[in-house]
C-alpha cells in the first residue's frame, strides 16, 4: 500500500515538472519568436508563422492520437514527441532567420500536439470517474506555473540574449521536460499489437474521416458542437495572441520587460483557478464552465482594445492585465470543463484519439484567427482587427450552450447521458 501510494506521489511530481518544463519552454519559444519576427516582418508574417504553428496541430494531433491508441504505449510517445520538441529549436540556437523560424515553429507543433494530447490522457485516467476534474485541474495549474515563468523569462532575457543563445535556452529546457516524462507512470494499459505503416495510415484515415459508429460518438452529449465551439473560439483567441506581444509593444506602448510581466498575469492567476475550476467541474458540471470560457475570448479581446485609451503607460498596463485576467479564468474554465467533458464520453481506447481531435479543432481555429487579424490589421490596424475577430468566440458560446448536454453525472442540476 506504501508503495503504492508512493509510486504515485513520485508520478505526481514526475508530472507537474513535466507541465512546468514543457509549458515554460513553450511560453518562452513563442513569446521570442513573435517579438524577433514583430522586429523584422510585417503583421501578415508575425500571424503567418502562428497559422504554421497551428497548421502543425491540426495536422498530426490524428497521427500522434492513433499511434498512443493503437500501441497502448502513451508513455513512449510522450517521451519520443517531447525530444522531437527541443530538437526543432536546436538549429535556432546556431543559426536564425526568419524562414527557418518560421519552419522551426512549425515542426515544434508536430511534436509538440502529440504530447499535449497523450499526457492530457495520462492525467485524466489518472482522476479515474470520479476525481478526473480534479486530476486536471492539478496538472493544469503546474502548466500555468510553468506560464509564468516562461513570460517572465521571455521579457528578461529578450534584453539580455543574443537570438541564438535564447532559443539554446528554449532547447536545454525542452530536454529537461523529455527526461522528466521519462519518469511519469502510464496508468493506461499497453497492447501487444505491432505498430505497422499500414495500421497506422488506417487508424489515421478513420479518425480524420469517421464513419458509422465512429461518427455517431460526436453525437454523444453533443460532443460534436464542442469541437465546433472550440474552432471558433480559437479563431478569435489564437488570432489576438499571435500578435499580442507586438500589440503591447507597439500599439500599446509597453517595454518588452512590462510586456513580458503583462503575459504572466494569465498562468499566475491560472495557478490557482485551474485547480479550484477542476473542482468545482466535479461540483457543477462540465457545460456552465464550457459556456463561460467561450465566452472569453471575446471579451479579452475587447478589453485589450481598451488598453489603448488611457494616457499613461501604468494605465494601459493595468487594463492590458485586466485581459489577461480575464483570459486565465475564462481559459482555466474551458480548460478543466472541455477535457473532463471529453473524458467523461470518451470509451478508453479512443480517450487520445478524441483529445487529439480536440487540438485538431482548435488548431483549425489557430490556422484560420492568424490569419484574418493579419489581413485585417495589415489593411486597418490591430485594435479594429480584435473587435471583428471577437464575435467569432460569442457566436461558440451560443452554440454550445443550446446544443452541449452535460456529461458528469453528479453534476447539480440536470445531467441527460442521452445522445442529442
Not at 227 to 248: D, E, I
Not at 366 to 390: C, E, K, N, R, W
Request: proline share 3%; net charge positive; hydrophobic share 50%.
Amino acid at each position: 500500500m506504501d508503495r503504492t501510494l508512493s509510486a504515485a506521489r513520485r508520478s505526481q511530481v514526475a508530472l507537474a515538472l513535466v507541465a512546468i518544463s514543457r509549458v515554460t519552454a513553450g511560453a518562452l519559444f513563442g513569446t521570442a519568436i513573435t517579438v524577433y519576427l514583430g522586429r523584422n516582418a510585417s503583421p501578415f508574417v508575425v500571424t503567418l508563422s502562428f497559422a504554421i504553428y497551428s497548421l502543425g496541430l491540426l495536422l498530426f494531433a490524428p497521427v500522434w492520437g492513433a499511434v498512443a491508441d493503437v500501441t497502448g504505449r502513451r508513455k513512449a510517445v510522450l517521451v519520443a514527441t517531447g525530444l522531437g520538441a527541443a530538437l526543432a529549436v536546436a538549429p535556432l540556437a546556431v543559426t536564425r532567420s526568419v524562414p527557418l523560424e518560421i519552419a522551426s515553429r512549425g515542426l515544434y507543433a508536430v511534436f509538440i500536439t502529440g504530447f499535449g494530447s497523450v499526457v492530457l490522457t495520462i492525467v485524466s485516467e489518472m482522476g479515474g470517474d470520479a476525481d478526473r476534474g480534479r486530476s486536471i485541474g492539478f496538472y493544469t495549474s503546474f502548466q500555468s506555473g510553468g506560464d509564468i515563468v516562461g513570460r517572465l523569462l521571455g521579457g528578461y532575457l529578450l534584453g539580455l540574449l543574443l537570438p541564438t543563445q535564447l532559443y539554446g535556452v528554449v532547447v536545454v529546457i525542452g530536454l529537461v521536460t523529455t527526461v522528466c516524462a521519462a519518469l511519469v507512470t502510464d496508468p493506461t494499459t499497453a497492447r501487444n499489437g505491432d505498430l505497422t505503416a499500414q495500421r497506422l495510415w488506417r487508424d489515421v484515415r478513420r479518425r480524420l474521416y469517421p464513419t458509422g459508429d465512429r461518427r455517431d460518438l460526436f453525437r454523444t452529449n453533443g460532443l460534436g458542437w464542442l469541437y465546433a465551439g472550440l474552432t471558433l473560439r480559437n479563431m478569435t483567441q489564437k488570432g489576438v495572441s499571435s500578435v499580442l506581444a507586438v500589440y503591447l509593444v507597439s500599439d500599446v506602448a509597453l517595454s518588452e520587460f512590462v510586456m513580458g510581466a503583462v503575459l504572466a498575469v494569465s498562468p499566475a492567476v491560472r495557478v490557482a483557478a485551474m485547480y479550484g475550476l477542476g473542482r468545482l467541474s466535479d461540483v457543477v458540471g462540465r457545460k456552465r464552465l464550457i459556456v463561460v470560457g467561450l465566452c472569453g475570448a471575446g471579451l479579452q479581446a475587447l478589453v485589450l482594445v481598451a488598453a489603448l485609451l488611457p494616457g499613461t503607460a501604468a494605465a494601459r498596463a493595468l487594463v492590458s492585465g485586466a485581459a489577461l485576467v480575464v483570459h486565465a479564468l475564462t481559459f482555466s474554465a474551458l480548460t478543466v470543463g472541455a477535457v473532463a467533458f471529453i473524458g467523461d464520453v470518451s470509451p478508453t481506447d479512443r480517450e487520445s484519439e478524441l483529445m487529439g481531435y480536440r487540438s485538431t479543432a482548435r488548431g483549425v481555429g489557430g490556422v484560420l484567427g492568424p490569419l484574418l487579424v493579419g489581413a485585417l490589421a495589415t489593411v486597418a490596424d490591430y485594435g479594429s482587427a480584435f473587435v471583428a475577430i471577437s464575435v467569432l468566440s460569442f457566436v461558440a458560446a451560443a452554440l454550445v450552450a443550446r446544443r452541449l448536454v452535460e456529461s458528469h453525472a453528479g453534476a447539480m442540476g440536470d445531467a441527460d447521458p442521452a445522445s442529442v
